[in-house]
């Protein structure tokens, strides 16, 4: 099984690795929100701190009623889990020895969790010449004997959106091959007026919607993420194996809470489009790097300098970014970055001004 530790966001690993104190790192390779989370939310934890003392109501009904009534469904569409993270390797329960599809580069649990159930995995490779962008030959590569398909939208780690004509003509040649369709939407609440897919789902039992409160409400120490999918049965199978509880008091709590502070999701809507634009203009101006048109808040890009580690360059100024060297279809001349506060933005572009300009 492929090794757990391959995300960004792990301080601590690098710290200890360069012998550092990990609070003098400024973290560019983990996607959270920098708004923090929101204050209404921190001040109801502070509050009701005493939840800790009695356990969770284990079908989670206040949490799984509010997700319902926020993307207006019916709530036994919903199955919220201990993080995105933990509602994938669920799904991945599913598809034991089953012949899955993956388009690389990819978010790395799909692959780790359709392992564990020892599942056929074939790799469906995006590049560069494409923009990292699926087209319409994926339709082609979706044949009988694939039994499911995972695709994240915006993608980590390229940030791109798959096209809304492509989704339907995906998610229509999966429903006549009678192909599971996974699409991971964990950024989707970055990207203001788009649904996504899931108020398509009454017509489409066929496909797993997942959502992910930690990256937008800044909150992947406490975990929340929540499946929405029309196929009840499936839903109801994964319920009934799960172990009680695993998502903890405090999780729901947020999750009950965040959904309607519209002051926090405009605040962090105003952020990005700042903060984005300038940080992709500043290293738009910048030789020797190619970045891709970001949809979500983070970047993609590529070091043209030939064996350059500019990871380890920017570490020389505390400044942690993603390397993507141990994605799937990607070499170590790939980074992705997170798009943070100004006052940090502006430090990783004068790092950076240093190392190309000189
Ligand atoms: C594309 C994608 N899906 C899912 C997750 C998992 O999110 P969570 O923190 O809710 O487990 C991540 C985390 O980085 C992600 O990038």
């Known amino acids: 099984m492929a090794e757990p530790n391959q995300h960004g966001g792990n301080v ?11 609070s003098t790192l400024t973290d560019f390779s983990a996607n959270i929100n920098p708004l923090g989370m929101p204050a209404r939310l921190r001040e109801a934890l502070v509050e009701q701190l005493a939840l800790a003392e009695r356990y969770p109501d284990p079908l989670y009904r206040r949490l799984h009623q509010r997700l319902a009534r926020h993307h207006d469904c019916p709530e036994s569409w919903i199955l919220a889990g201990n993080g995105a993270t933990e509602l994938i390797f669920d799904l991945a329960c599913l598809l034991r020895h089953k012949t899955v599809l ?11 969790a359709l392992q564990w159930m020892e599942c056929l995995i ?13 087209d319409h030959r994926l339709l082609t590569a979706l044949r009988p004997g ?29 429903h006549e091959l009678d192909i599971l369709l996974v699409i991971d939407e964990a950024f989707m609440d970055f990207i203001p007026d788009d649904p996504g897919m899931i108020p398509e789902l009454g017509r489409w039992p066929h496909i797993f919607v997942l959502r992910s409160l930690t990256k937008f409400y800044a909150i992947p ?13 499936a839903l109801q199978q994964l319920r009934s194996r799960r172990p009680p509880w695993t998502i903890n008091a405090f999780a729901a709590l947020a999750g009950e809470r965040v959904l309607d502070d519209r002051e926090y999701q405009q605040r962090t809507r105003q952020w990005l489009r700042e903060e984005q634009s300038y940080l992709l203009g500043g290293l738009g101006s910048l030789p020797e ?23 380890t360059a920017l570490l020389n100024s505390r400044l942690l970014i993603r390397s993507c060297g141990n994605y799937p279809g990607l070499t170590a001349d790939y980074y992705r970055l997170a798009v943070r506060g100004h006052e940090d933005n502006r430090r990783l572009l004068d790092a950076m001004k240093v190392l190309f300009h000189g």
């Open 146 to 174: 694939i039994h499911c398909l995972f695709l994240c939208t915006p993608n980590n780690p390229t940030g791109q959106l798959i096209e809304p004509a492509l989704l339907q003509a995906i998610a229509k040649r999966c």
């Open 221 to 233: 120490g406490l975990r929340l993420g929540y499946l929405v999918s029309s196929n009840t049965p």
């Open 102 to 112: 993956l388009l690389t580069p990819g978010f790395a649990e799909y692959r780790r």
């Open 12 to 22: 601590l690993e690098m710290a200890l690795k360069l012998g550092i104190d990990e």
């Open 289 to 311: 790097i190619k970045t891709w048109r970001p949809a979500a808040n983070y970047i993609f890009l590529r070091c043209l300098r030939q064996g350059f580690d500019l990871q």
């Open 122 to 134: 074939e790799d469906y490779p995006l590049g560069e010449q494409d923009d990292f962008r699926p």
